[in-house]
């Protein structure tokens, strides 16, 4: 599936996206390790635009980050993994009953047959952080598993976007390495990291 950068950039999968959690590990004399979880995570994606041989490629990111800079949020195309394009999508997947920040398994209900596969970025209505099913899930109703928990609560019968999802990004400070052929950009390779 191709995704858009601006609107007019097309980016395909495979591509870098990195889960990023707060940890603290330390490491005793006797080489036994413990990791503690800070309850913190973060997407970091990392993008090449295919089809870049466009003289209007460059400015059109000088413009870009000069509206951004690395200070404002904007929402790009999530990239799916791969294999998770297998999915079935019911008329309005929603969340039944209302849920807490912290929760990890959420109540979904659908007016008709779903199939939402592990490993598909969510977001839910209202909701700017990307969540990743743990679990395949299908049928017309059932417990959602995802990950990280969430970080707001989410009301009943708001909606759970599994297709077309954005994630809200900003601009990585190494955010640009390109590639140019005669004087025109041939790929330009971009970060960004979720805005949490």
């Known amino acids: 599936m191709a995704y858009k950068f601006l609107d007019k950039y097309p980016y395909l999968t495979p ?21 503690i979880r ?3 995570q973060r997407f970091d994606f990392t993008i090449t635009l295919t089809d870049a041989a466009n003289a209007n490629l460059h400015s059109d990111l000088m413009g870009h980050w000069f509206t951004y800079g690395m200070e404002t949020p904007f929402y790009i195309d999530v ?20 849920h807490l920040a912290g929760d990890d398994t959420i109540n979904i209900v659908s007016g008709g047959y779903f199939k939402i596969p592990a490993g ?18 299908e049928g017309y109703n059932g417990i959602l598993k995802i990950g ?10 708001a909606t759970v976007f599994i297709n077309d999802v954005q994630a809200y990004v900003l601009n990585e400070a190494d955010n640009s390495v390109f590639s140019y052929e005669s004087g025109i950009i041939q790929s330009a390779t971009l970060k960004f990291i979720e805005n949490v």
């Open 38 to 40: 800070k309850n913190a």
């Open 120 to 137: 598909r970025f969510i977001t839910f209505n209202g909701h700017s952080k990307l969540y990743v099913v743990k679990e395949t899930l």
């Open 79 to 98: 990239p799916q993994p791969l294999f998770t394009d297998d999915l079935t999508i019911g008329s309005g997947i929603a969340v039944s009953g209302a």
């Open 15 to 35: 591509l870098s996206v990195t889960s990023t959690e707060s940890r603290v590990i330390s490491e005793s004399i006797n080489l036994k390790r413990k990791s």
């Open 148 to 157: 990280p928990a969430l970080v707001a609560p989410v009301s009943s019968g």
